[in-house]
């Protein structure tokens, strides 16, 4: 069963990351990196500051140790322990894929920190913003954003998939977190009252 799973993951993976075409490669290996994501990430911040005012302090910290917390739980636990190799280091594979300007990565595969975490930021904002046009963009960067690694060969289908189911699921529980925060503030805040009174 695992293997006909895995057979469908790299069918997939490799599917897409031969849809290739020139205006993509451009796209796709620009998106993929660091700046890209900065970029992004000081959109999200400007969008809590503009919608939240002094209330956003509390939601841009609950989504940075979202993003901190799923990136640790990958890096330090999940991607040493299943030690997936990554498309572009499966020999087996090299000769099928389109590597785009020698564009690879070293470390292990399974699950993606980029689909993780832009998921992570996508639910987040989603939830905490509740701005349709703004949830369409960040949830449209996060498929494109990690879309990118399987187009570039460094992610199979499932390391997204899955990543992605992680990052969301992280993202609601630091948007719990945040709440039962702010509860605790508010009853913090009552209890002062009463005791002034």
Not at 58 to 75: K, M, P
Not at 166 to 176: A, M, N, P, Q, T
Request: glycine share 2%; charged share 15%; aromatic share 14%.
């Amino acid at each position: 069963m695992f293997e006909f799973i895995e057979d469908i993951d790299i069918k997939i993976s490799l599917f897409i990351n031969n849809l290739h075409c020139e205006i993509l490669d451009f796209l796709m290996f620009h998106i993929t990196h660091w700046y890209c994501s900065c970029l992004i990430y000081a959109a999200v911040i400007f969008a809590f500051i503009a919608i939240k005012k002094q209330q956003c302090w509390q939601d841009i910290l609950f989504l940075t140790l979202a993003v901190i917390f799923v990136s640790i739980i990958i890096s330090v636990f999940i991607k040493p322990n299943v030690a997936r190799l990554r498309p572009c280091n499966t020999a087996e594979l090299q000769s099928m894929l389109h590597i785009v300007k020698k564009y690879t990565a070293s470390s292990f595969s399974f699950v993606s920190s980029h689909a993780a975490t832009s998921f992570a930021i996508a639910i987040f904002v989603h939830t905490c913003l509740r701005k349709k046009s703004i949830s369409i963009l960040i949830f449209l960067w996060a498929f494109i954003y990690s879309y990118s690694r399987i187009y570039l060969g460094v992610h199979f289908f499932g390391d997204v998939l899955c990543g992605a189911f992680l990052g969301i699921l992280c993202g609601k529980i630091f948007i719990k977190l945040s709440l039962l925060s702010v509860k605790n503030k508010s009853k913090n805040c009552h209890c002062e009252l009463r005791n002034r009174k």
